[in-house]
């Protein structure tokens, strides 16, 4: 499977901030999607990252607060906008290798929001 | 709606004893399977998988078993070590790519030295 990587690794940020994640595959995969984990829960899709279109967004979360950006092949970002203390989670980035049935999932951003 | 869920949340078991993680799930298209497990402070990992044409499945030291007629997953660990003290998540999916993975609610292993 592709290594995955996303920085930062960890952040604290204030409330009414915004921050963006970024996750670089090391070959090209074909799908690439971003995952919410909050403290002691499991993993919930944010939406399908699509290179050169819009993200498909799981029901729950739009573009507005979680805009996607997809250039190539290889990288992906997820932007946590105007941020409140709730979406303190971990944010995961995972990959679909050819066949696309099991995901490869990166290290996560570890996000606190005061 | 559908879901993918666990029945204990945490499991302790001695070192060198084996482990049973279970998991059942409701969705009856899903015929893909995934055990995934999950460090404290990385991401989830994958460790086995498995077809709903199958019932068994063996990789090293884990062995998943899957019983269709009852929706229910399991994750057997053998010899657990410490170092299989993590979160345990079952996922389901439907074969033919690109498919929505939904991920189970996790149990916490806990390995006793």
């Known amino acids: 499977s592709a290594v995955i990587s996303q920085k930062p690794s960890r952040d604290i940020c204030q409330r009414g901030t915004s921050l963006t994640i970024q996750c670089q595959v090391d070959?090209?995969?074909?799908?690439m999607f971003w995952y919410r984990q909050q403290p002691g829960q499991s993993l919930t899709l944010i939406a399908t990252?699509?290179?050169?279109?819009?993200?498909?967004?799981e029901s729950g979360f739009v573009i507005d607060k979680f805009p996607i950006s997809r250039p190539n092949l290889t990288f992906s970002t997820l932007t946590v906008s105007n941020m409140s203390p709730e979406d303190s989670s971990i944010y995961l980035c995972?990959?679909?290798?050819?066949?696309?049935?099991?995901?490869?999932f990166g290290p996560g951003t570890r996000l606190l929001v005061l | 709606g559908e879901s993918v869920g666990l029945h204990l949340p945490t499991l302790s078991v001695q070192e060198g004893d084996n482990s049973i993680i279970n998991c059942a799930y409701s969705?009856?298209?899903?015929?893909?399977f995934i055990w995934y497990k999950q460090e404290s402070g990385k991401g989830p990992q994958f460790i086995i998988d498995i077809r709903s044409n199958m019932d068994k499945r063996q990789g090293q030291r884990v062995t998943v078993l899957l019983n269709k007629t009852v929706k229910h997953l399991s994750l057997q660990i053998a010899a657990t070590q410490p170092g299989d003290s993590a979160v345990y998540f079952c996922?389901?999916?439907?074969?033919?790519?690109?498919?929505?993975?939904?991920f189970g609610t996790g149990t916490k292993l806990q390995v006793i030295p």
């Open positions: 996922a389901e999916n439907r074969s033919g790519g690109y498919q929505k993975v939904t």
């Open positions: 990252a699509n290179q050169g279109s819009e993200a498909t967004y």
């Open positions: 969705n009856s298209a899903s015929d893909y």
């Open positions: 070959s090209q995969v074909t799908m």
């Open positions: 995972s990959d679909s290798p050819a066949g696309g049935e099991t995901q490869y």
